[in-house]
Each structure stands twice: as structure tokens, then as C-alpha cells.
């Protein structure tokens, strides 16, 4: 059974730090891109940042610069550490593993983030 369980989040201040993780199980393994969106109240589901199987990152816009992806393959793990975070950084994160194929695609359950005083 695939399983993706994203954890980490929670309610911070602006200027604060979060870190999440994403926990992946079953046949996922390292050769699994892995991506983590967000999704904000009435607006589309957004790339936030990607890391392939070979470690090759990339952000969105709106986040570069202040977030950072990274993977501990021995722990099956990815994680997305948010810093200097804004209100408009409030949204529900979800993981997404994708193999290289592009057949097999895995969403996790989200995780809600909210940046408020």
C-alpha cells in the first residue's frame, strides 16, 4: 500500500518557520520525484518547490529564496523547511510522488498552514 503522510504543520506568525515532512511508504522509493503544492481557499492547487530522484530542485516563484526542499532517502522522507513566512503563505500543503514514468502519481492527505498574528 502507498502511503504519503504529510505532518508539521500548524498556525505561526509572520516572519516564523515551519518545517514539514513527507512520509512515504509502500513501493515509493527514492527514484520518486517529489513535489509539495498548496492549495488556498478559492484559489487552483500550486506548485510550491520539486525535488527529482537525483536531487535537482526547483521553487515556485512566490517562494524562492525563503523555502527549501530536501530528502533523506534512508528515511523515506522530504521535507520543506518555510522561512520568513507571509499570510499569503496560508494554505492546505500536500505531497505528491511521481515516478520518473509519469503513470504512477501519489497524492498525500495536505496539511494545513496558517500565517496569522
Known amino acids: 500500500q502507498v502511503q504519503l503522510v504529510e505532518s508539521g504543520g500548524g498556525l505561526v506568525q509572520p516572519g516564523g518557520s515551519l518545517n514539514l515532512s513527507c512520509a512515504t511508504s509502500?513501493?515509493?522509493?527514492?527514484?520518486?520525484?517529489i513535489g509539495w503544492y498548496r492549495q488556498a481557499p478559492g484559489k487552483q492547487r500550486e506548485l510550491v518547490a520539486h525535488?527529482?530522484?537525483?536531487?535537482?530542485?526547483h521553487y515556485g516563484s512566490s517562494v524562492k529564496g525563503r523555502f527549501t526542499i530536501s530528502r533523506d532517502n534512508a528515511k523515506n522522507t522530504v521535507y520543506l523547511q518555510m522561512n520568513s513566512l507571509e499570510p499569503e503563505d496560508t494554505a492546505v500543503y500536500y505531497c505528491?510522488?511521481?515516478?520518473?514514468?509519469?503513470?504512477?502519481?501519489?497524492w498525500g492527505q495536505g496539511t494545513q498552514v496558517t500565517v496569522s498574528s
Open positions: 525535488i527529482s530522484g537525483g536531487g535537482s530542485t
Open positions: 505528491n510522488a511521481e515516478h520518473p514514468n509519469g503513470l504512477l502519481v501519489y
Open positions: 509502500g513501493s515509493i522509493r527514492s527514484v520518486y520525484a
